[in-house]
């Protein structure tokens, strides 16, 4: 068992998810309410990386994370490194990759929120934060579960994306996915069936756990209706 490739990519799991929670929100509150007329053109641009094949979205990231682009060179001027080949090139890449699973579970369950309960909630002189907090979320948590809990079951199997930006550097960039891939290239079947094994199983446990929460977070709401 590559505990090492098992660790890192615990890591880059958590740290994507919590990005995304930070972004997903207001991403998905727009796109469930606006009216803007191009929101088609928004959505599908937050939909790409799921056609996208994988090393097309790499290759793309590296271009955008190397040193000749502007974000690159912000970042070196910031840190003082370079983004691709590091832990933070795959934080990036992972949060792009990953950005629809979180953001289109959220918004399909912001667009599902009854909109007499937010017309009353502003009649009543509620702000739109409060009416956010008191009355839509409520309403949608299981969604917002769904959101986090398939960005981090997501981040968990990379590997196009983060073998074209990371590369396999151990304790570095070398996640558990790439590790599975070296193992079978070696022939190491055993070590290769182990390590997924126990990735099969934190999947199975994680959407386990994800359908069991949005089965009670809905169960209030069913029940009323």
Same mark, same amino acid.
């Given at each position: ?5 098992? *660790?890192?990519?615990?890591? @880059? ?5 919590? #990005?995304?929670? #930070? *972004?997903? =929100? ?19 641009? $937050? ?47 992972? $949060? ?13 369950? !912001? ?20 009416? !956010? ?44 996915? *790439?590790?599975?891939?070296?193992? $079978? ?16 199983? @934190?999947? =199975?446990? $994680? ?19």
């Amino acid at each position: 068992m590559d505990w090492q490739a098992l *660790i890192l990519t615990a890591k @880059v799991a958590a740290w994507t998810t919590a #990005i995304l929670l #930070i *972004i997903g =929100f207001p991403m998905a509150y727009w796109l469930a309410f606006t009216r803007w007329r191009l929101r088609f053109a928004a959505e599908a641009l $937050v939909a790409l990386p799921l056609v996208l094949p994988p090393t097309v979205l790499g290759f793309y990231m590296l271009i955008a994370m190397g040193p000749n682009s502007p974000f690159g060179q912000a970042y070196e001027s910031v840190s003082g490194k370079l983004l691709p080949f590091s832990f933070e090139g795959l934080v990036v890449a992972s $949060v792009i990759y990953s950005l629809p699973f979180a953001v289109q579970p959220m918004a399909a369950a !912001f667009a599902k929120v009854d909109s007499s309960f937010i017309e009353a909630s502003h009649c009543l002189g509620a702000s739109r934060m409060r009416t !956010f907090w008191k009355v839509i979320l409520p309403q949608s948590i299981g969604g917002v579960v769904a959101g986090v809990v398939l960005s981090f079951a997501h981040t968990l199997g990379e590997f196009g994306v983060v073998l074209m930006v990371g590369g396999n550097i151990p304790n570095e960039t070398r996640t558990v996915a *790439i590790s599975i891939y070296d193992e $079978v290239q070696a022939l190491n079947y055993d070590a290769a069936a182990q390590t997924s094994l126990f990735l099969l199983a @934190v999947s =199975f446990v $994680v959407l386990a756990l994800m359908y069991g929460l949005q089965l009670k977070a809905w169960t209030p709401w069913t029940m009323r209706s």
